[in-house]
T-cell receptor, first 116, second 115 residues
Framework: AQSVAQPEDQVNVAEGNPLTVKCTYS??????LFWYVQYPNRGLQFLLK??????LVKGSYGFEAEFNKSQTSFHLKKPSALVSDSALYFC??????????????FGKGITLSVRP | DAGVIQSPRHEVTEMGQEVTLRCKPI?????LFWYRQTMMRGLELLIY??????IDDSGMPEDRFSAKMPNASFSTLKIQPSEPRDSAVYFC???WGSGSPYEQYFGPGTRLTVT
């Protein structure tokens, strides 16, 4: 079975400060990992993914995430937060070895609030 | 590309009525997913299709829910009869191959309110 844990319900940061949104995962084999963002009254938008290779993945809007296999983590980061980054963030995982027909498992989501 | 298209965007209906939600995936994608999002339960996968064939419907709440994908460019999610607890935002997403490393593209959602 595969699962994702997003341990915080909300993350609050000041504009201009660095932000980290945490995610840990559990899979039997090797993971594909994803981050999505959801703005109010919108669908989820893809931010970035880890498939293989470099552990530091860069994505849209200046976000990046670091894959840490030993800690089974894939935390989302940004060096300098913007008020417009305020949204709901989802981490998702799929086990690479589960075959052609398998689903993505999403975490419960974390609300990021950036204050001016 | 127009992205994933869902209709209607908003639906308000009375308990007991039939509700049909529609989705047009991105052209060329061969996997389609239906999700439901509520405050209490978060984002739940209801069912997904690969090459128009239902692969996993274990997330469908009960027999009142049914989904079809008659061709590669259209899918429906039907609730009959609807109940107030079905009120949620329903998302459709598509991608190339459900088991691939490709990301899913989400539609804007249908906000369903059952009174």
């Amino acid at each position: 079975a595969q699962s994702v844990a997003q341990p915080e319900d909300q993350v609050n940061v000041a504009e201009g400060n660095p932000l980290t949104v945490k995610c840990t995962y559990s899979v039997s084999g090797n993971p594909y990992l994803f981050w999505y963002v959801q703005y109010p009254n919108r669908g989820l938008q893809f931010l970035l993914k880890y498939i293989t290779g470099d552990n530091l993945v860069k994505g849209s809007y200046g976000f990046e995430a670091e894959f840490n296999k030993s800690q089974t983590s894939f935390h989302l980061k940004k060096p300098s937060a913007l008020v417009s980054d305020s949204a709901l963030y989802f981490c998702a995982v799929r086990d690479m070895g589960t075959g052609a027909n398998s689903k993505l498992t999403f975490g419960k989501g974390i609300t990021l609030s950036v204050r001016p | 590309d127009a992205g994933v298209i869902q209709s209607p965007r908003h639906e308000v209906t009375e308990m007991g009525q039939e509700v049909t939600l529609r989705c047009k995936p991105i052209s060329g994608h061969n996997s389609l997913f239906w999700y439901r999002q509520t405050m209490m339960r978060g984002l739940e996968l209801l069912i997904y299709f690969n090459n128009n064939v239902p692969i996993d419907d274990s997330g469908m709440p009960e027999d009142r829910f049914s989904a079809k994908m008659p061709n590669a460019s259209f899918s429906t999610l039907k609730i009959q009869p609807s109940e107030p607890r079905d009120s949620a935002v329903y998302f459709c997403a598509s991608t190339w191959g459900s088991g691939s490393p490709y990301e899913q593209y989400f539609g804007p959602g249908t906000r369903l309110t059952v009174t």
